[in-house]
């Protein structure tokens, strides 16, 4: 997999905010329930994209989470970011001495990998998601 459990998560909870109807918004308990993530980990996630000012936190009655901004203007760069992901994931095999200098066997081809996924983190947003899927597709 090419982005680790918290950037799928991070994700996964916004696809699921950006889908909400203006004005409505999830407690982390129906997030949890919606997304597959564990509470907990929903929740160090969620903070983050507090912080990152991407997402709103209201507590009590009525509170719950929801985007700060309309879900064209957010990212998946933005999301990532938020969340400590860095997408410039490294040599392929793990070597600590990869580089266009001293390259490993796939260098070039991992290169243009994560040129592509650094592209798609930039280019999309939450609006470009389209339609949920329907939620038996859905796993944690």
Request: one cysteine or more; glycine letters at 8%; proline letters at 7%.
């Amino acid at each position: 997999m090419l982005l680790n459990l918290t950037a799928v998560y991070g994700l996964r909870a916004m696809a699921t905010l950006a889908r909400l109807a203006p004005g409505e918004s999830l407690t982390v308990q129906a997030l949890a329930e919606r997304t597959g993530v564990p509470r907990q980990y929903l929740s160090k996630v969620m903070r983050k994209l507090v912080v990152a000012r991407l997402v709103r936190s209201q507590r009590g009655h009525g509170g719950g989470f929801a985007l700060m901004q309309p879900p064209a203007k957010v990212r998946f760069a933005d999301v990532l970011r938020a969340i400590d992901v860095e997408l410039d994931g490294g040599c392929a095999f793990g070597y600590a001495a990869c580089d266009p200098h001293n390259p490993c066997e796939l260098h070039p081809l991992w290169t243009r990998l994560q040129q592509g996924l650094d592209e798609w983190a930039q280019d999309s947003t939450l609006a470009d998601l389209g339609p949920a899927p329907p939620r038996t597709r859905r796993r944690a």
